[in-house]
């Protein structure tokens, strides 16, 4: 069986005219015997050849699986004569037609020759061939049978190639039906995704609300008592003056609450200016040592610093400042009494100092570290103690860091396996610059 694949397909109606660039495919061959004649329908598989043992110019080893026509006269004699059938019944018929792969027909072996079109609706699509070793005239009732066969061998080939043509559709719509599931899943995900993050943004904006709400009344509500209080007729000096420093101070913590709301959106959204001055380090923060052990010293704390000779840092200074005053204070707030806080402070390379304050109380649990650092989360155990705060201070913190330049992470270990804590707090802030060392 010859199978005929045309370089443009528009060329089939016109095979009569003159030969179009054809490719010929060997599909199936069977090999007659003893006057009796065997047909190998079409196979998706490699072409094979089945001879008998005397021809050995018919081994399998050298049958080539396809062919040019115009390599091959016979075939391009078969072509010229569609749609009728081709008939050799000896080498003189065929002898001035034989082309360089005329061989693969075995016409030495097999002369008398039968080629019958193999068509659908006028188109060509290759041809059975049929050959005897004996010279052999073609009887009509021979052709007849032949035209027989290749009507089914050529329904067979159509079948197959709808087939064909329908599993491609049905692997290309299922291609497309997995593409389109898998996509469909990814859109699942993404949408299930945000809506977590919405949900978890309406969560913080009613814990924001709520932490707000509590931290501006609360001020509010003493200064209303005190208030209130003055306003009696009736009171000492001492007592006056006592309800006077309660509205000093509450008024200072509605001040604080609302300038580090103020600084945490100008650090947001970048409209802070740096101004950088060099300072001494070590000098900067041994001027802090003393505030904070008289703050710390009704709970028992001390402040233990490990500080090089001299270190100087091009920075912000407001900005670092608040920065140290915000990290230990909260150091102080969450250690338990009677303890030490340490800070020490690292010259590293890369242009970098460290800054690492570690304190021993109550830690921070694994579940929480990765939000310590964000507006108005607090852990769980700082609110059930009753712990004072807004939870700004390490939100403003990380912005006043991200301002200089540097990074800031926090780390809490337990202490054998207890209550206690070690929280440490490392900040990497860029150095001077070696023209600005004094």
């Known amino acids: ?83 009728d059938v081709l008939h050799l019944t000896s080498d003189a018929d065929f002898q001035a037609s034989i082309g360089e792969v005329s061989q693969l027909l075995g016409t030495v072996e097999l002369p008398s020759i039968l080629m019958i079109p193999l068509e659908n609706k006028g188109k060509p699509l290759g041809f059975l061939v049929l050959q005897c070793r004996q010279s052999r005239h073609w009887s009509a009732q021979d052709v007849d049978f032949a035209k027989l066969v290749a009507g089914q061998v050529s329904s067979a080939i159509i079948q197959t190639e709808t087939l064909r043509q329908v599993e491609s559709i049905v692997e290309d719509r299922t291609a497309q039906l997995q593409h389109s599931v898998d996509l469909q899943a990814k859109l699942y995900e993404l949408n299930r995704k945000q809506i977590e993050r919405l949900r978890e943004m309406n969560k913080r904006m009613d814990e924001f609300l709520s932490t707000l709400s509590h931290e501006l009344r609360t001020p509010l509500t003493s200064m209303m008592l005190a208030i209130r209080m003055l306003r009696e007729a009736t009171l000492t000096p001492d007592r006056r003056s006592q309800y006077l420093n309660i509205l000093e101070q509450q008024c200072a913590q509605e001040t604080r609450l609302i300038n580090d709301l103020l600084a945490l959106q100008e650090l947001e959204t970048k409209q802070v200016v740096m101004q ?72 590293l390379i890369a242009r970098q100092i460290s800054i690492v304050i570690t304190n021993l109380g109550g830690g921070i649990p694994a579940e929480e570290m990765p939000y310590i650092f964000e507006k108005f989360r607090r852990c769980q155990g700082m609110t059930d103690n009753a712990v004072p705060g807004t939870g700004l201070g390490l939100a403003l913190v990380k912005s006043l860091v991200q301002h200089l330049g540097g990074t800031v992470s926090a780390t809490s270990q337990p202490i054998e396996e207890g209550t206690t804590y070690v929280t440490t707090l490392t900040i990497l802030l860029p150095k001077a610059p070696e023209s600005a060392k004094g």
Do not use: H
């Open 276 to 347: 950088l001055q060099v300072i001494d380090l070590p000098s900067f923060m041994r001027d802090l040592e003393s505030g904070f052990a008289q703050q710390w010293a009704p709970k028992g704390l001390t402040l233990e610093m490990d500080l090089p000779g001299k270190l100087a840092i091009s920075t912000d200074v407001s900005s670092l400042n608040r920065v140290l005053v915000e990290v230990l204070t909260n150091a102080g707030k969450y250690s338990d009494p009677s303890t030490r806080v340490s800070l020490r402070v690292t010259q």
């Open 1 to 83: 069986v010859l199978r005929l694949k045309f370089w443009d397909v528009r060329q089939m109606l016109r095979v009569a005219d003159r030969l179009p660039k054809t490719r010929v495919l060997i599909e199936a061959v069977s090999t007659a015997y003893d006057q009796s004649l065997s047909i190998a329908l079409p196979m998706t598989a490699s072409p094979s050849r089945l001879a008998p043992n005397e021809v050995q110019d018919l081994s399998p080893t050298s049958i080539q699986s396809s062919y040019w026509v115009s390599e091959c006269g016979i075939t391009q004699a078969a072509m010229k004569a569609f749609p």
